[in-house]
């Protein structure tokens, strides 16, 4: 769901976006760090906000990380 403003926000186009791994932090909402692949060997790392359920919000890019591969690990940023 946060594909249009990845791509918007850092001015790629991704073929590929698939989420390799997550974790979370409990805040008021749920914040998001997912590393995910954009291309064959080209990982970006992003903080995505879900705000609570009764808000009816959509999640919502936060910030982003690029220039990653598989193997750098994930942290909070």
């Known amino acids: 769901q946060v594909k249009p403003q990845?791509?918007?926000?850092?001015?790629?186009?991704?073929?590929?976006?698939?989420?390799i791994v997550y974790r979370t932090q409990v805040v008021?909402?749920?914040?998001?760090?997912?590393?995910?692949q954009v291309s064959d060997a080209v990982y970006v790392h992003l903080k995505v906000f879900q705000s609570l359920p009764h808000e009816n919000l959509g999640p919502s890019l936060v910030?982003?990380?690029?220039?990653?591969?598989?193997?750098?690990p994930l942290t909070y940023f």
């Open 63 to 72: 910030s982003f990380e690029t220039g990653k591969t598989r193997d750098d």
């Open 6 to 19: 990845f791509e918007s926000r850092a001015g790629m186009n991704c073929g590929v976006f698939t989420a």
């Open 28 to 36: 008021a909402g749920t914040m998001y760090f997912i590393k995910v």
